[in-house]
């Protein structure tokens, strides 16, 4: 069945950049969008980015415009999320997930377990 | 953006009693394209990523129980666990995909054992 499995917990300095993958598997890769989400410790979800993994045209969230990047690489499956000038409130979980439709895209059926982002000085 | 607002925050259901969650979209999820309300329900337990229960506002995904239900169109939604079960627990999200692409989800209703 499909899966996504995500890399492994992040520390990182305040200024600094992150980049998270997200590998598939089990399904059709080019096939279905992906999304990453992001959730705050004791908050709520947050939508960040989607991308298309067939032609690799994405779009993301205004308040991340400038310094998120997705981007992905086909022959491995992978999607990547990285988000520059960290800051203290960009720590959170990271998932990515898939997205339900391989046409327009609507909700998010597979979900990654998640990875911990923590900014520290 | 749509701005999705769910209540109340938390609640708390005996077991075998039934829950409802309200979440209400602040304009329409109604599609007149397809006549789809693109509303998702998600279930959180803890240390664990969301899990889709509900799409298409009614629909329920393969393998998620038959208690629970969704309900609702245009800017007001429900999700009903009709017999609250102890592996309920968690929190739960509304989500709009219909301002593709802008999803917004609520801010959760937490679900607890009384």
């Known amino acids: 069945q499909a899966q996504l499995e995500q890399s492994g917990a992040e520390v990182k300095k305040p200024g600094t950049s992150v980049k998270i993958s997200c590998k598939a598997s089990?399904?059709?890769?080019?096939?279905?969008?992906m999304h990453w989400v992001r959730q705050a410790p004791g908050q709520g979800l947050e939508w960040m980015a989607i991308?298309?993994?067939?032609?690799?045209?994405?779009s993301y969230a205004e308040k991340f415009q400038g310094r998120l990047t997705v981007t992905r690489d086909t022959s491995t499956s992978t999607v990547y999320m990285e988000l520059s000038s960290l800051r203290f409130e960009d720590t959170a979980v990271y998932y990515c997930?898939?997205?339900?439709?391989?046409?327009?895209?609507?909700?998010?059926?597979?979900w990654g377990k998640g990875t911990t982002v923590i900014v520290s000085s | 953006d749509i701005v999705m607002t769910q209540s109340p925050d938390s609640l708390a259901v005996s077991l075998g009693e039934r829950a409802t969650i309200s979440c209400k979209s602040s304009?329409?999820?109604?599609?007149?394209?397809?006549?789809?309300?693109?509303l998702a329900w998600y279930q959180q337990k803890v240390g664990q990523p969301p899990k889709v229960l509900i799409y298409?506002?009614?629909t329920r995904e393969s393998g998620v129980p038959e208690r629970f239900s969704g309900s609702g169109s245009e800017t007001d939604f429900t999700l009903t666990i009709s017999s609250l079960q102890a592996e309920d627990v968690g929190i739960y999200y509304c989500q709009q995909y219909y301002s593709s692409p802008k999803w917004t989800f609520g801010q959760g209703t937490k679900v607890e054992i009384k």
């Open positions: 304009q329409s999820v109604f599609k007149s394209s397809n006549k789809k309300n693109h």
């Open positions: 991308i298309n993994p067939s032609g690799g045209s994405t």
């Open positions: 997930a898939r997205d339900s439709s391989n046409i327009i895209p609507s909700y998010m059926d597979v």
């Open positions: 298409w506002a009614s």
């Open positions: 089990g399904y059709s890769f080019r096939t279905y969008y």
